[in-house]
């Protein structure tokens, strides 16, 4: 017969369970609205920062801008801003995106390290690669990216890498995040879409188009980041929200099944109780 109080006991346990991963579920989902807003909203000066660069670069000599050519010496390694999580609980997106890093950087020798988040700082060590820099330890990380941009803008210009890429999970909906990885340096100034007929073929700029399209080139680099890294955040709510809504439902699955196990223990000991009852009474009787 099995353990009434032990059942009892996991019961309890399994409800205490359900309520921390339903807490936790909503939390993520608030977080994850804030998160995918901030990535939407910032879609539009995105779009319209593009367009001037677009804009600027077929007025101006490109490829004398140290962040648009590539080195003149390679040297044979790239520097990968790696954009993970500082916390688990989100099902298999790290597993996910780790897997991915690992197939597009097999060799350790081939890259250095830049990371945000403790679970991307943790497998480069794991793997024996080389860690530039971590950018972990903030309250939010979209607080890193100016540092960041730096960083990685300083270190390629100075002819140290032969170019820098960003891996990271890509936000595509509530229930679907891919990773994927972007190469941000050197820059490529592709065209759009859609022709722009709408700006001004002739306009003046002061102080001179060649000084504004060199200072919008690191605006532009850093707002590819932040939006890298929005994406990334709102991927980990996404997918931490989705896991705990797993648990909790898996919980209160366990909880009704350990629920029958424990009317039929109950039954069982309730059923001997009366056989025996009967038995010492008619031995009694006899």
């Given at each position: 017969?099995?353990?009434?109080?032990?059942?009892?006991?996991?019961i309890k346990s399994a409800k205490n369970i359900s309520q921390i991963t339903k807490?936790?579920?909503m939390v993520a989902a608030s977080k994850m609205k804030k998160a995918q807003a901030q990535a939407t909203a910032g879609k539009l000066y995105a779009q319209k920062i593009f367009e001037m660069v677009i804009t600027l670069a077929s007025r101006t000599k490109t490829a004398s801008h140290p962040l648009l050519k590539k080195p003149e010496v390679l040297s044979g390694k790239r520097l990968v801003v790696l954009l993970s999580s500082n916390k688990g609980l989100c099902g298999g997106l790290n597993a996910n995106l780790f897997r991915f890093f690992l197939l597009q950087y097999p060799a350790t020798k081939s890259y250095e390290g830049v990371t945000v988040g403790k679970k991307g700082a943790a497998l480069i060590a794991r793997v024996g690669g080389q860690l530039k820099a971590d950018f972990s330890n903030t309250s939010s990380f979209v607080n890193v990216v100016p540092a960041l941009t730096k960083?990685?803008?300083?270190?390629?210009?100075?002819?140290?890498?032969?170019?820098?890429?960003?891996v990271y999970s890509e936000f595509i909906s509530v229930a679907k995040q891919n990773p994927r990885k972007k190469t941000i340096l050197p820059l490529t100034i592709e065209s759009l879409d859609a022709p722009l007929t709408d700006l001004p073929l002739e306009f003046l700029i002061e102080p001179s188009i060649d000084e504004v399209f060199e200072e919008l080139l690191p605006h532009y680099l850093e707002n590819q980041i932040r939006d890298a890294l929005l994406e990334a955040e709102a991927s980990f709510y996404s997918a931490q929200m989705i896991a705990m809504r797993n648990a909790t439902d898996n919980a209160l699955s366990l909880v009704d099944e350990l629920t029958l196990v424990y009317n039929k223990a109950r039954q069982e000991?309730?059923?001997y109780e009366i056989t025996d009852l009967i038995t010492a009474t008619m031995t009694v009787s006899a």
């Amino acid at each position: 017969m099995a353990n009434i109080r032990l059942i009892k006991g996991r019961i309890k346990s399994a409800k205490n369970i359900s309520q921390i991963t339903k807490a936790m579920e909503m939390v993520a989902a608030s977080k994850m609205k804030k998160a995918q807003a901030q990535a939407t909203a910032g879609k539009l000066y995105a779009q319209k920062i593009f367009e001037m660069v677009i804009t600027l670069a077929s007025r101006t000599k490109t490829a004398s801008h140290p962040l648009l050519k590539k080195p003149e010496v390679l040297s044979g390694k790239r520097l990968v801003v790696l954009l993970s999580s500082n916390k688990g609980l989100c099902g298999g997106l790290n597993a996910n995106l780790f897997r991915f890093f690992l197939l597009q950087y097999p060799a350790t020798k081939s890259y250095e390290g830049v990371t945000v988040g403790k679970k991307g700082a943790a497998l480069i060590a794991r793997v024996g690669g080389q860690l530039k820099a971590d950018f972990s330890n903030t309250s939010s990380f979209v607080n890193v990216v100016p540092a960041l941009t730096k960083l990685v803008t300083e270190e390629y210009i100075a002819g140290h890498y032969d170019g820098v890429d960003l891996v990271y999970s890509e936000f595509i909906s509530v229930a679907k995040q891919n990773p994927r990885k972007k190469t941000i340096l050197p820059l490529t100034i592709e065209s759009l879409d859609a022709p722009l007929t709408d700006l001004p073929l002739e306009f003046l700029i002061e102080p001179s188009i060649d000084e504004v399209f060199e200072e919008l080139l690191p605006h532009y680099l850093e707002n590819q980041i932040r939006d890298a890294l929005l994406e990334a955040e709102a991927s980990f709510y996404s997918a931490q929200m989705i896991a705990m809504r797993n648990a909790t439902d898996n919980a209160l699955s366990l909880v009704d099944e350990l629920t029958l196990v424990y009317n039929k223990a109950r039954q069982e000991k309730i059923t001997y109780e009366i056989t025996d009852l009967i038995t010492a009474t008619m031995t009694v009787s006899a």
